[in-house]
């Protein structure tokens, strides 16, 4: 089926590395969000696009968090100078755009930092 | 003060218990309410939208106070496979963005 796709799937960085994870929103889905998820912790939100607008970027940690859906489609949050804080599961959510509409999520990016 | 609170527990339950979960939320201008299920290192899946009247869906009820700001899902006749982290789900008015309490764990036992 086609939900949503992150990739990769698992990524260890050392620190100070730069990252960058990807997100392919289900087809036709406007809205797009970034989900931070510590080990036993609710996802925290990070980021939303509708369409290529970045609406919300009020949960990014740091200016070293960057996300852009250049073509309101696929997504890329990157992450510069990680720090081992950053190690967490990225969780990558799209929507039809109305807020009734329930937000899908993607399988997660586990990013280790070392 | 979080702004979504719920009990992590677990709860360890007999198969065809009945269990209830209570989340409080802080802020009065939420306006959506959800439940959704996590597996172990998968993904949040939506379980129900809670609507002000109360709903149910098979053994699922989720109930809402707006007055006393409190959430709660019942399961009735526990499965095992009801086995997950409950995570009770807000949405701001006026916002797209969700607010995740920390979850419940729930683990049914044969």
């Known amino acids: 089926g086609a939900g949503v796709s992150q990739s990769p799937r698992y990524k260890v960085a050392k620190r100070g590395q730069d990252v960058a994870l990807r997100c392919d929103p289900i087809s036709g889905h406007v809205s797009l969000f970034w989900y931070q998820q510590a080990l036993g912790q609710g996802p925290e939100f990070l980021t939303y696009?509708?369409?290529?607008?970045?609406?919300?970027k009020s949960g990014l940690p740091s200016d070293r968090f960057f996300a852009e859906r250049p073509e309101g489609s696929v997504s890329t949050l990157k992450i510069q100078r990680t720090q081992q804080e950053d190690s967490a599961v990225y969780l990558c959510?799209?929507?039809?755009?109305?807020?009734?509409?329930?937000?899908?999520f993607g399988d997660g990016t586990r990013l280790s930092i070392l | 003060r979080k702004e979504v609170e719920q009990d992590p527990g677990p709860f360890n339950v007999p198969e065809g218990a009945t269990v209830a979960f209570n989340c409080t939320y802080s802020n009065s201008a939420s306006q959506s309410f959800f439940w959704y299920r996590q597996d172990c290192r998968k993904e949040p899946k939506l379980l129900m939208s809670?609507?002000?009247s109360g709903n149910e869906d098979g053994r699922f009820t989720a109930q809402l106070n707006r007055a006393s700001q409190y959430i709660s899902l019942l399961i009735r006749d526990s499965k095992l496979s009801d086995s997950a982290t409950y995570l009770c789900?807000?949405?701001?008015?006026?916002?797209?963005?969700?607010?995740f309490g920390t979850g419940t764990r729930l683990q049914v036992f044969p």
């Open positions: 809670v609507y002000s």
């Open positions: 696009f509708q369409n290529e607008a970045q609406l919300d």
């Open positions: 959510a799209s929507s039809l755009g109305d807020r009734d509409q329930p937000q899908h």
């Open positions: 789900v807000v949405n701001i008015n006026n916002t797209d963005k969700l607010i």
